[in-house]
């Protein structure tokens, strides 16, 4: 049998079997109203329950793509050789010196290790490994072991007594000789000046009550830079993929733990924590804190907008209450097909409530219109399916269509949405021409208010307007259209999943700044090898890319210079070792003692600066003296003097103790690296990675594409972070353009096939053009890049746009009614509204992805609500104009003939 013909030119009224078939069922359910909704009720009753029990989340974002994709299977494959680069939780510690951050680090490293081994299945911190602790002075360059060599001689006299004396009264008593000698051959002025000046800030410190410790580690070594006083700990948690936030128990635990261990802002010490378990976990937690706050906007606005539309109660509830039992059967369809949602196939709720509400609101208005026209009763019930019935199935085929579009792409995340928002088209077709009728039958709706008999009027007096200028609107939007197709080649898509995220939320805000520190070896790309003799020839590839810092190995944590680090490491210990090892130890001071000793040091530094012996570091002891005068005149109690004397010794013990194990460093070979090292660098299958530090800062999507390119250029297998934020990015714009095509191609197709008419299928894409080129042209000069969040609008926006434009052109085909004065245009109008309501409620959203998604959908369904709603109509009363212009020229020549 031959498919029916496809005729370009508009046809008159035809039977119109869809509209026929709606009303036959609509005729059917009114044969028993109360039956259908108590078996509807019952049905949704029943489905909800097993939603409730078997709902689940499934939170693991590396299930969002297709495992087929050659680099998912790379870097899966890196999974399985290093598990324990996966999910990580890093805690950065921080503190005002380089001695806080340390202790802080190794306490907390201690405490991980004693209580939480069961919660963490590796922890890894350097500087708290035994190997490190005592080889560590092997890892700093050749000058600065010298150079650390030369101060702790110098430190010598003041080391000597400390050992002997570690307290207050030590400290001062050597600082009170070094005075006394300013102005003498024996004076030392300038290395004693950073001493002075440090001591001054502690005792300014506890005076001012915000005490701060002296760091021996920055006296010793030299000034710190702020990696110093970094400290990172790096540890695998335990995931509950059950919760909604994976690794939230673990934040909590680490969090707690910093607290009992008083590594708090107050002390001095700050503990903040980044790594993918922690972004991922906070990000859902600030995801489901914008959703709950947006739903209940939305919610809000959707029903006053509801209510101003239908201006009927009755109305309205049907409405609602046919929405809730759409939103159920597909939540449970999903749970049955799926088995679990996703981070976003979850969003099918509000996608149902966007685009679901719209068929209730065309089927009552054009129910409202029936009862306007005459229709009683159930008659116009019947008479709305009648008349709608056309245009709602062909609102459902194409919005499935455009949804299922999706199955074919590599994005399961957006595959799995399309099936579930797919097959939710289908429950709303059905369930308005079924639950709808049958509640609008037991509420049958009055005799319409006067104020909404006269809201159509209000749209028809437009329609006038229309036809009188719709050749400069139709010429007008041509030239909007053509302008805004040029800014398609502008148009930015912005990979890095990071700038997506919530920049308030801690995790992010440090992986930020992480990222951004050049000497931290973050956003690196690891490349497995075979066998340790093939890192030579690997290295010397990659150190030649222009976007390559620097490659890294196991074969790197075998220090350099090592002959002559360990000759410097042995003259200090000949002269150190003595002085760490005193034969005796003076008793501790009492309260006493300790204001005696800071009284002398105040007065030997007074008589320095009365006899001028202070010469050019005046000004540091002047101030060492305000400090030491103003403690004493605030009281020297035993707890205040011991306060201090902690503020300035305190660290000094743990210093010596690492001091004395570095200066047993023995030889290090690669046999000799540690366990905790050996396995993030050599894999149990035999494995050997390579890693690649970037040149440039991640975050800029070209230094990213360049990095990823030129290192795959030389190990196409590489594999890694970066790696894997540009490809995923690559496969979710390829998915999205897959899934566009295919939608555009099925939507059009289906149009032919039920429309029969290529015009009628022009027009309806003509404003979906113009509102797909508008959007991206008004994003464009605004600024906003696409993102993994918010390109899903466009896909949305081809099916909300075809729904629009089918009501319109069916209708103005079906009637011979002005198509402005009927509710069609009312209805469109508020579908969008509500569509708006539902989704741009998203843009207040502190979490980016989220605000971009509501930002992008209220400027796509506004210019699409302006094309269908302006140039659509327009570009229809041009196209007749046309048609009887031509009739006109062909009938004159007829009329002469006859």
């Not at 890093?90 to 806080?100: K, L, M, Q, S, T």
């Not at 993994?788 to 075809?802: D, E, K, R, S, Y």
């Not at 741009?840 to 998604?853: E, K, N, R, V, Y």
Request: hydrophobic residues 50%; glycine residues 6%.
């Amino acid at each position: 049998m031959n498919p029916p013909p496809i005729d370009t030119a508009p046809p008159g009224p035809p039977r119109d079997r869809v509209g026929s078939a709606v009303a036959a069922l609509i005729r059917l359910v009114l044969k028993a109203p109360l039956l259908v909704v108590i078996l509807s009720l019952a049905l949704t009753a029943a489905l909800g329950v097993f939603t409730v029990r078997n709902v689940s989340i499934n939170t693991d974002t590396t299930e969002m793509l297709s495992p087929n994709l050659q680099f998912r299977r790379d870097f899966e494959a890196y999974r399985r050789a290093y598990p324990i680069f996966a999910n990580n939780i890093v805690i950065v510690v921080e503190a005002d010196d380089a001695d806080r951050a340390e202790d802080g680090a190794d306490a907390l490293f201690q405490r991980l290790q004693q209580q939480d081994r069961g919660r963490f299945h590796h922890i890894f911190y350097p500087e708290g490994d035994r190997f490190f602790r005592q080889n560590g002075l092997l890892y700093i360059g050749l000058k600065d072991l010298q150079t650390l060599a030369t101060r702790l001689s110098e430190a010598q006299p003041l080391l000597s007594t400390l050992t002997r004396d570690p307290s207050i009264r030590g400290l001062f008593d050597v600082l009170g000789l070094a005075v006394e000698a300013l102005g003498t051959a024996d004076a030392q002025p300038q290395q004693i000046a950073r001493v002075l000046g440090r001591i001054a800030a502690v005792v300014e410190a506890r005076e001012a009550d915000k005490p701060r410790s002296l760091s021996w580690k920055e006296l010793m070594g030299g000034d710190a830079a702020s990696d110093d006083r970094r400290r990172i700990i790096v540890l695998q948690p335990e995931l509950d993929f059950g919760q909604v936030a994976p690794a939230g128990a673990a934040l909590k635990e680490i969090r707690r733990h910093a607290r009992e261990l008083g590594l708090t802002p107050e002390n001095g010490v700050r503990v903040r924590i980044t790594g993918s378990a922690a972004i991922d976990s906070e990000e859902i937690a600030s995801i489901a804190d914008n959703t709950a706050l947006s739903s209940q906007l939305s919610l809000v606005a959707v029903a006053l907008l509801l209510v101003f539309c239908f201006r009927s109660f009755r109305l309205l509830a049907a409405s609602l209450i046919t929405l809730v039992v759409g939103i159920v059967l597909t939540g449970a369809f999903a749970i049955a097909a799926i088995g679990s949602f996703n981070l976003i196939s979850i969003a099918f709720a509000v996608l149902f409530i966007g685009i679901g509400i719209d068929y209730s609101i065309h089927t009552a208005l054009r129910y409202r219109e029936m009862t306007e026209r005459g229709e009683k009763g159930r008659g116009a019930l019947v008479a709305a399916g009648r008349s709608i019935g056309k245009a709602l199935a062909l609102m459902a085929a194409s919005s499935a269509l455009g949804f299922f579009s999706f199955l074919p792409t590599d994005y399961r995340g957006v595959s799995e949405l399309g099936l579930i928002a797919g097959f939710s088209m289908i429950v709303a077709f059905v369930t308005n021409v079924t639950v709808l009728p049958a509640l609008l039958a037991l509420m049958p709706l009055r005799t319409p208010a006067a104020a909404a008999a006269a809201d159509s009027s209000r749209f028809g007096g437009s329609e006038h307007w229309l036809r009188r200028h719709s050749r400069t609107i139709v010429v007008a939007a041509a030239a909007i259209g053509i302008v805004a197709t040029l800014t398609l080649w502008f148009a930015r898509f912005d990979r890095n999943p990071l700038n997506l995220k919530d920049p308030s939320q801690e995790s992010v805000a440090v992986a930020i700044e992480l990222l951004g520190n050049p000497r931290l070896r973050v956003g690196t790309i690891s490349i497995l090898i075979d066998s340790v003799a093939e890192i030579g020839p690997l290295a010397e590839k990659l150190k030649k890319l222009p976007s390559v810092e620097s490659v890294r190995s196991i074969y790197d944590y075998v220090p350099r210079d090592q002959p002559a680090k360990l000759d410097v490491l042995e003259e200090i210990a000949l002269q150190m070792t003595p002085i760490l090892s005193p034969s005796e130890r003076a008793a501790p001071p009492d309260a006493d003692q300790r204001s005696a000793a800071i009284a002398a040091l105040r007065d030997k530094v007074q008589a320095a600066l009365a006899q001028k012996r202070a010469g050019a570091i005046e000004a540091d002891l002047r101030r060492l003296h305000a400090a030491l005068d103003a403690f004493l005149k605030g009281g020297t109690e035993d707890l205040r003097t011991a306060a201090l004397e902690q503020d300035l010794i305190g660290s000094l013990p743990k210093r010596l103790d690492a001091l004395k194990a570095a200066l047993n460093a023995k030889p290090v070979d690669f046999a000799a690296l540690p366990e905790s090292l050996r396995q993030r660098e050599l894999s149990p299958a035999g494995k050997v990675r390579v890693e690649v530090i970037p040149k440039r800062d991640l975050r800029d999507n070209r230094a990213l594409r360049q990095f990823v390119s030129d290192v795959q250029s030389v190990a196409p297998r590489a594999t890694g972070g970066p790696v894997a934020e540009l490809l995923a990015g690559d496969a979710v714009v390829r998915a999205f353009a897959v899934a566009s095509v295919i939608a555009f191609v099925l939507i059009t197709l289906g149009l032919l096939i039920l429309l029969r008419s290529v015009t009628d299928v022009l027009l309806i894409l003509a404003p979906l053009f113009l509102a797909s080129a508008v959007t991206i042209g008004i994003a464009v000069v605004a600024g906003l890049a696409f993102n993994f969040a918010n390109i899903i609008v466009l896909p949305l926006l081809i099916g909300l746009g075809v729904s629009s434009g089918i009501h319109l052109v069916v209708r103005a085909r079906r009637d011979t009614v002005e198509l402005m004065s009927t509710t069609t245009p009312r209805a469109v109008l508020f579908s969008a509204l509500t569509t708006i309501a539902s989704f741009a409620t998203l843009a207040i959203s502190s979490h980016w992805g989220q605000a971009s998604m509501g930002l992008l959908l209220l400027i796509a369904i506004t210019v699409n609500l302006v094309c269908y709603l302006v140039a659509l109509p327009a570009l229809l009363a041009y196209v007749e104009r046309r048609r009887a212009a031509g009739s006109a020229r062909g009938a004159a020549p007829a009329a002469r003939a006859g």
